[in-house]
């Protein structure tokens, strides 16, 4: 690797401007405050303030309230919740089937013999299957 020497004066970098008289750097990567959106294309009311911020910045330019970091945590919150129906409603089909292979077995013995063998091996059926689904 070769070594880049650099004189003189620096009055420009990429993405900012720099006053070197007056000691301010003005970086335009992150507006203003006073600077906010007209167009409602970029722009996006803020959860916490209610007031139209940027729409593709983090934080607020009002309150600084992080916008991504709640929305993920309502995104994360919203797949527990659903997470948890989808196992509540296995549990209840689970219970389901199971009730109904209990009572295809009890009613077995009191049927014609023809049909004996097969409500009996349907409710072992159903009772093995609510049995797997309850592992889950």
Known sequence: MTNQEFSGTVTNVAGRDINIEEQEIHNH??????FLPADPAMSRICTQCKEVT????????????????????????????????LHLRR???????????????????????????????????????SAELFKE
């Not at 593709?56 to 945590?73: G, M, P, V």
């Open 29 to 34: 990567l992150y507006p203003d405050k006073k």
């Open 54 to 85: 940027w729409r593709l910045t983090a934080l607020c330019k009002h309150c600084d309230f992080n916008e991504f970091a709640y929305q993920e945590s309502v995104a994360q919150e919203e797949e527990r919740n659903r997470l948890r129906q």
């Open 91 to 129: 549990l209840k089909f689970a219970g389901i089937m199971a009730a109904v292979g209990v009572g295809f077995a009890l009613v077995s013995h009191f049927v014609l013999s023809s049909l004996n063998i097969y409500l009996t091996i349907a409710g072992l059926g159903l009772m093995w299957a």
